[in-house]
């Protein structure tokens, strides 16, 4: 009998996770009343923390959205660029967004949705080194010193392309760009959109690099635990934000 118990409770047990997967993201979401949203709050404009310490952005704001389409709760649970893939993996969340580029890695464990932005790498600069930080090569020299924040794209960017310009890896992506006002660093590599946004919130100290194009070309999504019927809910939300203005709206009262 003390075997046929254990026995039962090991298969309940086993059966749980099948079950949860079985059921499928949506209508785990559905039964639960939530929907757990993953983000690092701390790339402005998509999701950073305000000086109350509340999660705001473009994304932030659209994932509250689509939560009341839902008709759930949002609940926000914070990871960092380094540890986002393990987390995801792990079933820390339902979904992950503010700015998250679609690369292979990331899409061998998830879906994408239909993306919000098509961005590229450039670099970042004080003004008076725009037109000399124009090309890779320019900056691949010894003497530059190249800043990043650890774990994300514009980290593996970096040590892809950089072999002889001093690399560091700055912890905090909030601040990190008062390294380069402060002549710190030199310049950062990150997505155009942050580039912009951040040359404009230290106007007259940091200037986007004149480069003539962008280094590389993505795109931005939110990456969804893999289930059809996630992906489709997500995709026509994203779909008609796009299409009525609704997320131009959200993006352009971010990057104030």
Same mark, same amino acid.
């Given at each position: 009998m003390t075997f046929f118990r254990s026995s039962l409770v090991f298969a309940l047990l086993l059966g749980a996770p099948l079950a949860h997967a079985a059921d499928g993201t949506l209508a785990t979401i559905k039964? $639960?009343? *939530?929907?757990? %949203?993953?983000?690092? !709050?701390?790339?402005?404009?998509?999701s950073y923390k305000g000086a109350d310490g509340v999660l705001e952005g473009a994304d932030i704001a659209m994932g509250k959205e689509l939560a009341t389409d839902l008709g759930v709760k949002p609940e926000f649970v914070t990871t960092t660029?380094?540890?986002?893939?393990?987390?995801?993996?792990?079933d820390k969340f339902d979904m992950v967004l503010g700015g998250i580029t679609v690369n292979p890695a990331r899409a061998e464990v998830g879906d994408?949705?239909?993306?919000?932005?098509?961005?590229?790498?450039r670099p970042i600069v004080r003004c008076e080194d725009k037109d000399k930080f124009t090309t890779l090569e320019a900056i691949d020299? $010894?003497? *530059?010193?190249? %800043?990043?924040?650890? !774990?994300?794209?514009?980290?593996?960017?970096?040590?892809?392309?950089?072999?002889?310009?001093?690399?560091e890896v700055f912890p905090d992506n909030k601040v990190i760009f008062d390294q380069i006002a402060a002549n710190k660093a030199d310049v950062m590599v990150?997505?155009?959109?942050?580039?912009?946004?951040?040359?404009?919130?230290?106007?007259?100290?940091?200037?986007?690099?004149?480069?003539?194009?962008p280094f590389t070309h993505f795109e931005n999504a939110y990456l969804l635990q893999k289930d059809p019927a996630f992906k489709a809910v997500v995709d026509g939300f994203m779909t008609k934000a796009l299409a009525n203005g609704d997320w131009k709206a959200k993006l352009d009262a971010a990057m104030k």
């Open positions: 039964k $639960a009343g *939530v929907i757990r %949203i993953g983000t690092t !709050g701390d790339y402005k404009p998509f660029w380094k540890t986002m893939l393990d987390d995801f993996k792990a994408f949705s239909v993306p919000n932005i098509k961005d590229g790498k020299v $010894a003497s *530059v010193r190249v %800043i990043v924040n650890p !774990g994300g794209t514009n980290d593996k960017f970096a040590h892809e392309h950089f072999t002889k310009a001093a690399i990150t997505d155009g959109v942050e580039v912009d946004l951040q040359s404009k919130l230290h106007s007259g100290v940091l200037c986007p690099a004149a480069v003539k194009e």
